[in-house]
């Protein structure tokens, strides 16, 4: 035996990688598990580019999100299928603002989105945000493709729209983006809707909501006191609470004669507009005393 073979018979001999199907010593064979998703991303936002300044680390603090550029309808149902949703518990989108100047059917459109949302993580929250303004469209016609969309999304499960009555064209710089102030209001009504918050009252501030709370308490209490019996008028009480008593009229004086024979004022014309005869004098008449 040369040297050669013996340092290669003295060698301890490497076996290759296990495979996938790795034989064990009692010859049966199992498959070595797959490795885990790192996917741990929680929220996805699906946005236009009206989404560029918005920092998901301040939007959902304490939250693993993530933004995906979605500038049409068309591009988010790419991103929709393309992008690993494993784990996702909120799926956020905004588009079609850009698809106003070409696209005729945005309503059905953003209903595909939605029902591919929700086949691609069925167990996610989608939130279907509404169109913005554009200062080169009609609000008046924005306003209805919008109530269109919610029509045509109503009814999916887990689908849920995020409405901007308060976003204007006056929050725009230009003639498509918002500008801080409208940022503001857009990121509040996504993550209201998103996480279920003030949906019994959009766009009420608290003023209002302790106006109208206020005011119910008064009709349940009017409802409550009708309905134990009292009339209307019991309920106001003595119209004196109300009125100020009006002053006495102003008569003759009882030791006024009713009646005179004098003779009528020089200056009597019965013609004249206006004038008061003076009353006739009494009925001349038999005395009490005279016999009939």
């Given at each position: 035996m040369s040297a050669t073979q013996t340092s290669s018979a003295s060698?301890?001999?490497?076996?290759?990688?296990?495979?996938?199907?790795?034989?064990t010593d009692l010859g049966?064979?199992?498959?070595?598990?797959?490795?885990?998703?790192?996917?741990?991303?929680?929220?996805?936002?699906?946005?236009?580019?009206?989404?560029?300044?918005?920092?998901?680390?301040?939007?959902?603090?304490?939250r693993r999100s993530k933004m995906i550029w979605s500038p049409t309808i068309s591009e988010a149902i790419k991103k929709l299928a393309t992008t690993d949703l494993q784990g996702v518990k909120h799926i956020l989108i905004h588009t079609g603002t850009n698809d106003l100047t070409h696209n005729k059917n945005i309503p059905q459109s953003l209903r595909q989105v939605a029902e591919r949302a929700t086949s691609v993580a069925p167990t996610a929250r989608v939130t279907i945000s509404t169109l913005l303004?554009?200062?080169d469209v009609p609000q008046h016609e924005i306003n209805k493709i919008n109530a269109e969309i919610s029509k045509a999304c109503t009814g999916i499960p887990n689908v849920h729209m995020a409405h901007h009555a308060e976003i204007l064209c006056q929050h725009l710089y230009d003639s498509l983006h918002l500008n801080q102030s409208g940022v503001r209001l857009f990121i509040k009504d996504i993550k209201d809707t998103a996480l279920d918050r003030n949906r019994s009252a959009p766009h009420i501030t608290n003023k209002s909501t302790s106006n109208h709370r206020n005011l119910h308490?008064?009709?349940?209490?009017?409802?409550?006191?009708?309905?134990?019996?009292r009339?209307?008028?019991?309920?106001?009480?003595?119209?004196?609470?109300?009125y100020a008593p009006a002053a006495p009229l102003q008569g003759p004086?009882?030791?006024t004669p009713l009646y005179t024979s004098a003779p009528p004022p020089q200056d009597y014309n019965p013609?004249?507009?206006?004038?008061?005869?003076?009353?006739?004098?009494?009925?001349?008449?038999?005395?009490?005393?005279?016999?009939l």
């Open positions: 060698r301890p001999q490497i076996s290759p990688p296990l495979s996938p199907l790795d034989t049966t064979q199992k498959r070595r598990p797959e490795p885990a998703s790192h996917n741990n991303t929680e929220i996805i936002f699906l946005c236009d580019s009206n989404g560029k300044y918005i920092n998901m680390k301040r939007l959902f603090p304490g303004p554009r200062r308490r008064r009709l349940q209490h009017t409802r409550g006191t009708t309905n134990n019996g009339s209307f008028s019991q309920r106001l009480g003595p119209a004196s609470r109300y004086s009882p030791n013609t004249a507009p206006h004038y008061i005869l003076p009353p006739l004098p009494p009925l001349q008449g038999p005395s009490p005393i005279t016999p």
